[in-house]
T-cell receptor, first 113, second 112 residues
């Protein structure tokens, strides 16, 4: 069973516009969520995270929103840049297993110039 | 500050052999986790080590094992390799086992 789901395998956005990547989870024990970006031949790079006690966290062009009742989170990138083109992974963790991350399948973002 | 270092970057083995992968965490980080990435299954958690003790384990067969040394460096071993073990193996470290984890660039293991 897939506890973290990214239902959109790919997303294409014009440079300068907003990119919205979505993630759903099923396990109510998850209380910490992260987004990672991955380029080919490199490991995932941490982007931004959010604790379940918050519903929004911002870091520069990146904002993560958490809707606990819907078990849904999203990553907004504004404005999108061609260098943002990569695979984005959503990941979740439960407090009791903080060294263990459950990942979604990833969404490939393409930002067109 | 040096990141997470994984060696080797690429490895080719044949079925039935065994392999050892190495991971050096970020200096000061005491938790090391290992993940397997395949096209079909995505990124899957293998196990986590903290202060030389396995603290969490994923749903992988006993052929997959690991250990952590007193300097926090970690090794992962896979015995009796199968074709399905072909994957990118990623190591991640964090300060105390919390988040976020920081990843290395992985070891690409190919089984012939």
């Amino acid at each position: 069973d897939q506890q973290v789901k990214q239902n959109s395998p790919s997303l294409s956005v014009q440079e300068g516009r907003i990119s919205i990547l979505n993630c759903d989870y099923t396990n109510s024990m998850f209380d910490y969520f992260l987004w990672y970006k991955k380029y080919p031949a490199e490991g995932p790079t941490f982007l931004i995270s959010i604790s379940s006690i918050k519903d929004k966290n911002e870091d520069g062009r990146f904002t993560v929103f958490l809707n606990k009742s819907a078990k849904h989170l999203s990553l907004h990138i504004v404005p999108s840049q061609p260098g943002d083109s990569a695979v984005y992974f959503c990941a979740a963790s439960a407090t009791s297993n903080t060294g263990k991350l459950i990942f979604g399948q990833g969404t490939t973002l393409q930002v067109k110039p | 500050k040096a990141g997470v270092t994984q060696t080797p970057r690429y490895l080719i083995k044949t079925r039935g052999q065994q392999v050892t992968l190495s991971c050096s965490p970020i200096s000061g980080h005491r938790s090391v986790s290992w993940y397997q990435q395949t096209p079909g299954q995505g990124l899957q958690f293998l196990f986590e080590y903290f202060s030389e003790t396995q603290r969490n384990k994923g749903n992988f067969p006993g052929r997959f094992s690991g250990r952590q040394f007193s300097n926090s460096r970690s090794e992962m071993n896979v015995s009796t390799l199968e074709l399905g073990d072909s994957a990118l193996y990623l190591c991640a470290s964090s300060l105390m086992g919390g988040q976020p984890q920081h990843f290395g660039d992985g070891t690409r293991l190919s089984i012939l």
